[in-house]
């Protein structure tokens, strides 16, 4: 049974960072890309990055471009997504997806955590 799982949310101010990481196992990851989605509150589910197996695509959203920045540990099945300069609008539940082929469609992904909320706020 494949298992992704998410860690590392909580509140954090304005203007400040945080990491999230996302644990695979159960199953074989190898060539798969993963990708961090969120949900805020009252709206859609939205893609925010992704890296391809190779790293050598790493996706990201506009809304954080230039904030977010993804990676990946191949060797611990591992990937991370380090948030900085925060704004209230990141406030959302973040979810690690995978999926065979890279994609910036969350409906594409195959696999996913539970999910860990990200609380924006002053």
């Known amino acids: 049974q494949v298992q992704l799982v998410e860690s590392g949310g909580g509140l954090v101010q304005p203007g400040g960072s945080l990491a999230l990481s996302c644990a695979a196992s159960g199953g074989k990851f190898s060539g798969y890309s993963m990708a961090w989605i969120r949900q805020g509150p009252g709206r859609e589910r939205e893609f925010v990055a992704a890296s391809a197996w190779s790293s050598r695509l790493t996706p990201y959203a506009d809304s954080v471009k230039g904030r977010f920045t993804v990676s990946r540990d191949n060797a611990k099945n591992t990937v991370y997504l380090q948030m900085n300069s925060l704004k209230a609008e990141d406030t959302a539940v973040y979810y690690c997806?995978?999926?065979?082929?890279?994609?910036?469609?969350?409906?594409?992904?195959?696999?996913w955590g539970q999910g860990t909320q990200v609380t924006v706020s002053s």
């Open positions: 997806a995978a999926t065979q082929r890279l994609s910036e469609h969350a409906e594409l992904y195959d696999y």
